[in-house]
């Protein structure tokens, strides 16, 4: 695909993501594309984090029911989104936070195991490897050059497979699974599947009642474009009563604001999980972001997700590049990592952020992950900044 066919379409086409990109200050100054990192953050939700500053400087706590109303519209916005239930989201602090919720809240038995991949971020390991003090194995699948191999994961599974844990896609090397296999064959071993949705969620399609998975967590600060400390934990309503509830605390209770009845009533809902006071500022911010996501879609930001690396690849690899990310379309995602053959990625790195291009280091190369407001003015950056790496 040519770059004028991606980039310099009709006018009412461009002008949608030019919209976009009015709405990211940090596109004036920076070729931000490292949004598998730490994404920046929209106009409208810097402004929600400052108005609330304002108003909690000014007036102290006086709009906390204004400011909680507020946020549980991120509730509703993550259900939206992820074609579920407003009472299978939870408001969750972190992607750690879900994963654990999961791992220790779980009815598990001696000799029972969990099934993950050996390249999976530290988050999707730690939690399941801990419960080796109860007798549960934690067995790890090694992918082959990035590329997954659902017949190797399955083999890894047996009668005392009880989770089945995956990035929806790799952050070290951009593999995007396709989840309608995944939870078939979770499911067909009597497993359930838990999903780290960290790097895929808001930009690429998902409805839970079309795929099936069990469970699923993300932070909101990468390409949902929020701050840290925000984030969505689904739990597909049957299993509520599966898991023990961790954290408990006051917002825990079907009367959480009753504090002087002790009474443990916990919530029919997901928000049993929330435990005590959320990060008002944070999910404020959230709120803002998904609202900007909605405006653009989340089919048609992936569509232009996928034309940016696509067109990322062809000039990475004209250069000479070696791109290591598989990018056929079951599998391509918004992550590229690649080569560049006698040259360090920390130097090249380095070079790209002198020269204000925002790159990452992951699985040995070099990682780019452009979002839908990221142009060609962007990548023309990268492949100026990664030229001068050559001098």
């Not at 990592?337 to 790209?352: I, Y």
Request: proline content about 5%; charged content about 25%.
């Amino acid at each position: 695909m040519a770059e004028n066919e991606v980039f310099s379409g009709e006018g009412e086409r461009e002008g949608r993501w030019a919209e976009f990109r009015r709405e990211m200050p940090v596109a004036r100054r920076w070729a931000y594309l490292d949004h598998a990192g730490v994404s920046p953050l929209p106009a409208p939700s810097q402004a929600a984090l400052t108005n609330w500053a304002a108003e909690a400087a000014a007036n102290g706590a006086t709009s906390w029911a204004s400011w909680n109303h507020q946020i549980e519209e991120v509730r509703l916005a993550g259900a939206t989104l992820l074609g579920a239930l407003p009472e299978e989201i939870a408001l969750i602090r972190s992607t750690t936070e879900g994963v654990n919720l999961v791992a220790e809240g779980f009815p598990w038995r001696e000799g029972d195991n969990v099934v993950t991949l050996a390249d999976e971020f530290p988050t999707n390991q730690y939690p399941w490897m801990n419960l080796a003090s109860r007798h549960v194995e934690t067995r790890r699948v090694a992918p082959q050059r990035g590329r997954v191999d659902l017949g190797q994961l399955a083999q890894a599974c047996d009668s005392r497979t009880r989770i089945v844990t995956v990035s929806w896609v790799s952050y070290c090397s951009g593999w995007r699974m396709e989840l309608d296999q995944l939870a078939e064959l979770a499911h067909r071993r009597g497993a359930l599947l838990f999903v780290d949705a960290i790097q895929a969620l808001g930009v690429v399609p998902l409805d839970v009642r079309q795929t099936p998975i069990d469970f699923l967590a993300a932070d909101g600060h990468k390409w949902l474009l929020g701050p840290e400390g925000a984030g969505l934990f689904y739990v597909r309503r049957e299993h509520l009563a599966r898991l023990r509830p961790m954290g408990l605390g006051w917002n825990s209770v079907q009367h959480a604001h009753e504090f002087d009845r002790i009474e443990l009533a916990l919530r029919p809902t997901a928000a049993r999980y929330e435990g005590g006071s959320q990060n008002m500022a944070g999910f404020l911010a959230l709120r803002a972001s998904l609202a900007l996501l909605a405006r653009f879609g989340t089919e048609a930001i992936c569509r232009r997700i996928f034309e940016i690396t696509d067109l990322a690849c062809q000039r990475l690899e004209a250069f000479g590049a070696v791109v290591r990310s598989h990018r056929t379309p079951e599998h391509k995602s918004g992550i590229v990592v690649f080569d560049l053959p006698g040259r360090d990625p920390k130097q090249v790195r380095a070079r790209c952020l002198a020269q204000g291009v925002v790159v990452s280091c992951r699985g040995g190369g070099v990682r780019i992950s452009p979002h839908a407001y990221n142009d060609a003015s962007d990548l023309d950056r990268l492949m100026e900044s990664l030229a001068g790496t050559s001098s």
